[in-house]
């Protein structure tokens, strides 16, 4: 017979059995007992300052780690706050579990003191939404919901904990841990691929989406190598395949190397791996035709429900990826690889598109920050959030190993310096550098205090041009030379930091970046560089005023 138990208890020991031991969150009166379980537990709970950025670090670490991530909130203003973190995993399908304490099982249905309806807010957004009325069933339900959050295509569950609930005690067993289902590919599907393969002049494969490992991105690697295949990653997702690999053609983010499109739209063959191919990296869905692509496509997804949602493909294969990499090691290449120079000349275009970083407007050049980051160790994770800063990253950014790469494909912006500690707090051996533009970053800067409290010296680089640039961008294409609305008025980041507890650096001139970068990787201790770009530079390749009198002309053009 099982020891009765506090829900709580029940609760905390129910993840700890499954591994989960690190959780990010707001404490709440609502999951006191949670709280307490979780300190006789000596259980990893990172105190954050606002529950956003509690998720969005838990989204991280499950990006890293292939299992839920934990995060804890409290009902009512938890709960929505949270839910920009939720957004992120629904969109990146990543493994999280947010566990939400609600109003007492009595109390509901009459708006209690921040009540709210978990079913009716995340319901669009979470793949599945539970009330836990009985502490007996919690270790069912949570097994169900680590399955639910990891198998498939993953993504977030909501967990609504009553407070009565997490009190009362019950005799119950924990469940066995959970062991997510891999989904193969049949023989029938692999053989069928081969026959593609080898009837293709034209192949290229395409990697994105989760349920990825480090040991099924080196299988791919080995796959790409004996057929010579050129690869490309979806937005956001260059961990997946080595940048310094010879058959790696590039990645199909926001302005991408336009030879890699026209690459692509010459394809006779396209081998899509754990990916959707949604708005970004379809070009605003240009790159195919919807719903009949234009050319083979071979679809490899976890979820059936995506194959044949918006493309249909000539082959869908339900398997996961690192299942479906595994049974690459079957598959042989042709005697006669027709297209290896192509894949030569795919390697050549991406070397040439990202060789070299183009000087810009202003003292401070994006290149320093560029050569900085590329000279790392291998194993270093970079995090950034959302802005054009990124773009100049996206494109001359060498990643090149598995977990080094943390950022939404949702775009939301504010990830970097969460995911950063999250990062961190995984892996304490290995440099984090957090990239956030000034607007970025001020959506969650007050998580440098969590660097702070838990001594996780990641560095956060906020690059400075005092707007929301992407939406000025976006605003002289359709506006030009009429900006309201996007102008931001800083203040200094870093004497922001130190205000912290953190060191603080400036970068106002040429040359200046790559000694700050220097003593804040030195310091041991959290650090933020106030990187000041000039406002011009938009993009790597375009400028404000260049985009305005593009759009200027436009205008006249078409009157």
């Known amino acids: 017979m099982a020891a009765s138990r506090s829900g709580a208890e029940i609760l905390v020991d129910a993840l700890v059995t499954n591994g989960l031991t690190t959780a990010f969150g707001v404490p709440g009166e609502s999951y006191l007992a949670v709280l307490e379980a979780m300190r006789a537990r000596a259980f990893d709970f990172v105190v954050c300052r606002q529950e956003g950025g509690a998720a969005m670090a838990a989204d991280a670490f499950g990006k890293l780690t292939g299992k839920p991530g934990l995060c804890f909130a409290t009902r009512g203003p938890g709960a929505t706050n949270a839910a920009s973190g939720v957004h992120v995993a629904s969109q990146d399908s990543t493994p999280l579990i947010l566990f939400v304490g609600q109003v007492e099982r009595g109390f509901r249905?009459?708006?209690?003191?921040?009540?709210?309806?978990?079913?009716?807010?995340?319901?669009?957004?979470?793949?599945?939404?539970?009330?836990?009325?009985?502490?007996?069933?919690i270790p069912e339900l949570v097994a169900r919901a680590i399955r639910v959050a990891c198998q498939g295509r993953p993504?977030?569950?909501?967990?609504?904990?009553?407070?009565?609930?997490?009190?009362?005690?019950?005799?119950?067993?924990?469940?066995?841990?959970?062991?997510?289902?891999?989904?193969?590919?049949?023989?029938?599907?692999?053989?069928?691929?081969?026959?593609?393969?080898?009837?293709?002049?034209?192949?290229?494969?395409?990697?994105?989406?989760?349920?990825?490992?480090?040991?099924?991105?080196?299988?791919?690697?080995?796959?790409?190598?004996?057929?010579?295949?050129?690869?490309?990653?979806?937005?956001?997702?260059?961990?997946?395949?080595?940048?310094?690999?010879?058959?790696?053609?590039?990645?199909?983010?926001?302005?991408?190397?336009?030879?890699?499109?026209?690459?692509?739209?010459?394809?006779?063959?396209?081998?899509?791996?754990?990916?959707?191919?949604?708005?970004?990296?379809?070009?605003?869905?240009?790159?195919?035709?919807?719903?009949?692509?234009?050319?083979?496509?071979?679809?490899?997804?976890?979820?059936?429900?995506?194959?044949?949602?918006?493309?249909?493909?000539?082959?869908?294969?339900?398997?996961?990826?690192?299942?479906?990499?595994?049974?690459?090691?079957?598959v042989q290449p042709p005697q006669t690889l027709t297209w290896e120079a192509g894949t030569a000349t795919a390697r050549a275009d991406y070397l040439s598109w990202s060789g070299v970083v183009p000087a810009h407007p202003g003292a401070v050049q994006m290149g320093e920050v560029v050569a900085a980051l590329n000279a790392l160790p291998v194993d270093a994770i970079v995090t950034n959030g959302a802005g054009n800063y990124s773009s100049w990253f996206h494109r001359f950014q060498r990643v090149r190993t598995y977990g080094s790469q943390l950022a939404p494909i949702s775009g939301s912006m504010g990830y970097g310096l969460p995911a950063a500690i999250a990062a961190k707090r995984r892996f304490s051996d290995r440099e984090v550098v957090a990239l956030a533009g000034d607007g970025c970053f001020l959506m969650t800067g007050q998580e440098l205090a969590t660097a702070v409290q838990y001594d996780l010296p990641v560095i956060a680089l906020v690059f400075d041009n005092g707007q929301y640039g992407t939406i000025r961008m976006h605003q002289e294409r359709a506006f030009p030379g009429l900006p309201f609305g996007t102008a931001l008025r800083n203040p200094d980041f870093a004497a922001y930091a130190r205000a912290f507890g953190a060191e603080g650096f400036s970068v106002t001139e040429r040359g200046a970046f790559a000694p700050a970068f220097a003593a804040a990787r030195a310091c041991g201790r959290p650090a933020v560089i106030h990187v000041t770009l000039d406002p011009e530079a938009i993009t790597p390749t375009t400028t404000i005023a260049q985009i305005r009198a593009a759009a200027s002309k436009s205008r006249v053009s078409s009157s």
């Not at 009330?131 to 069933?137: F, G, L, M, Y």
């Not at 949604?278 to 496509?297: A, D, H, K, N």
Request: aromatic content about 8%; charged content about 20%.
């Open 109 to 137: 249905h009459r708006e209690a003191f921040q009540e709210i309806d978990l079913a009716a807010l995340f319901g669009a957004m979470a793949k599945w939404v539970v009330e836990i009325d009985d502490p007996a069933r």
């Open 155 to 330: 993504g977030p569950v909501v967990i609504g904990l009553p407070e009565d609930m997490l009190a009362e005690s019950a005799d119950v067993a924990d469940a066995a841990p959970v062991t997510p289902a891999e989904t193969w590919p049949g023989l029938a599907d692999i053989a069928q691929l081969q026959k593609l393969l080898w009837a293709a002049e034209r192949p290229v494969a395409l990697v994105g989406g989760g349920r990825w490992s480090e040991a099924a991105t080196l299988r791919l690697a080995r796959f790409a190598e004996r057929f010579a295949l050129p690869v490309a990653v979806t937005f956001r997702r260059q961990m997946l395949f080595s940048a310094d690999h010879r058959c790696y053609a590039g990645d199909l983010g926001i302005a991408p190397n336009p030879k890699l499109l026209e690459r692509i739209g010459d394809a006779d063959l396209v081998l899509l791996i754990g990916g959707r191919l949604g708005e970004i990296p379809s070009q605003s869905y240009g790159l195919f035709g919807v719903p009949t692509p234009g050319r083979r496509l071979v679809h490899v997804h976890a979820d059936a429900e995506e194959l044949g949602r918006v493309y249909q493909p000539a082959l869908a294969i339900h398997a996961s990826p690192a299942a479906f990499a595994a049974a690459l090691e079957a």
